[in-house]
Structure formats: C-alpha cells, structure tokens
T-cell receptor
C-alpha cells in the first residue's frame, strides 16, 4: 500500500502565480481532507470530500483557494493568485467512511513557499 | 476561543517518566477524540482515539476522556527518547474536524 501520495513535495513560487497541489488518496478510502499547517495557526482543515463531493469548505480562506475531486483517486487544491501568507505545509489525508470519525491517514505534505 | 486548546509546551520529561499531555475543547457535543503524533518534518500519524468517558489503554499510551469537563488527555508511561515529537489533539464536532496546535514533547535520555 503506497499510502496517500502528494505532489509536488516542495514548491517555490512567486507572488501572483498559480499553484496546484495534487493528492492521490488510499484506494478504497472515500473521504479526503485538505489541511494547511503553519507554526502560528497549527493544522487547519480547509475542505473535505465524501465520495468525491465537497461536504464542508468553510475552512477555505478565501476565493483564491479552490479544490476539486474529479474522481475517487485524485484531488487538487489550487491557489490563484498566490500570496506570501499562503506559505505553509499543505497536507492531504484520506479515511474510510464518511462520518469524519475514522482514522485519517496523512500524505507527506507539500511545503509551499511563496516569495 | 479556539475549538481545541493545547499547551504548546515545550514539555520535557526524563527517560522512563510519565508524560502527561492535555487538551480541552469548546463544543460540548463533540463526539470523537484523537491523539496524533507528528515528528519534525513529517506528517501526523494516529496514536489513539477515544469515544467514551473514561480511560483507554494501548501499550504505554493511555487516553483519558472527561466529557463533563470537556477535557481529554494522553499519558505516556516509560517515556522513551523516540517519543520526542509534537502531539496533536483532534476533535470531531458535527461534520467538522478540529486540531489543536500541538504540544511539543522532549524526552531527555
């Protein structure tokens, strides 16, 4: 089992550029979560999907952020335009079931730096 | 007020001692409670979960839940240097999943 796969692992970009983060959940998991982690704010849930459908996106900071899950094996988180305050580690996690009460398995994260 | 509060530490204990990590939450209707461990530069991994009041033991780890006090804790017995990490408390409330900012634990050999 490959676990949750995220790409890229590191991304450095300039302010104003579009950034796309990618995630492949564990096969058979039907919930997918996107988190952002910073020293100041800790781990914040941005959005999560059940069976490819967005359930709660109240954590998405603003319209510059968007997330999609076109099928059960792929999701993207896009930031357009990016800003320096978006610099953080972005984690994708997946779990079995749809209640949010099951163990979440985290990917290795994408470290984003916006200059 | 944050949904989940943890003392950021750092907490230092000598090897072999008991480490006690604490977490409070604001939503009395919260249903599920988790402890994740995160090593520096790595992703969080689940250590324990607890749903009911009382204690739940798994090896050297014990999770304690007190819903009346809205308090959940994690005890690590016989602490080892390999336990040095940040410990994240997580709580589910309705469709939401909240993490605390974590407590940094250092076990001194």
């Amino acid at each position: 089992d490959a676990g949750v796969i995220q790409s890229p692992r590191h991304e450095v970009t300039e302010m104003g550029q579009e950034v796309t983060l990618r995630c492949k959940p564990i096969s058979g998991h039907n919930s997918l979560f996107w988190y952002r982690q910073t020293m100041m704010r800790g781990l914040e849930l941005l959005i999560y999907f059940n069976n490819n459908v967005p359930i709660d996106d109240s954590g998405m900071p603003e319209d510059r952020f968007s997330a999609k899950m076109p099928n059960a094996s792929f999701s993207t988180l896009k930031i357009q335009p990016s800003e320096p305050r978006d610099s953080a580690v972005y984690f994708c996690a997946s779990s079995i079931g749809t209640s949010g009460s099951n163990e979440q398995f985290f990917g290795p994260g994408t470290r984003l730096t916006v200059l | 007020q944050k949904e989940v509060e943890q003392n950021s530490g750092p907490l230092s204990v000598p090897e072999g001692a008991i480490a006690s990590l604490n977490c409070t939450y604001s939503d009395r209707g919260s249903q599920s409670f988790f402890w994740y461990r995160q090593y520096s530069g790595k992703s969080p991994e689940l250590i324990m979960f607890i749903y009911s009041n009382g204690d739940k033991e798994d090896g050297r780890f014990t999770a304690q839940l007190n819903k009346a006090s809205q308090y959940v804790s994690l005890l690590i017995r016989d602490s080892q240097p390999s336990d040095s990490a940040t410990y994240l408390c997580a709580v589910t409330s309705g469709n939401q999943f909240y993490f605390g900012t974590g407590t940094s634990l250092t076990v001194i050999p």
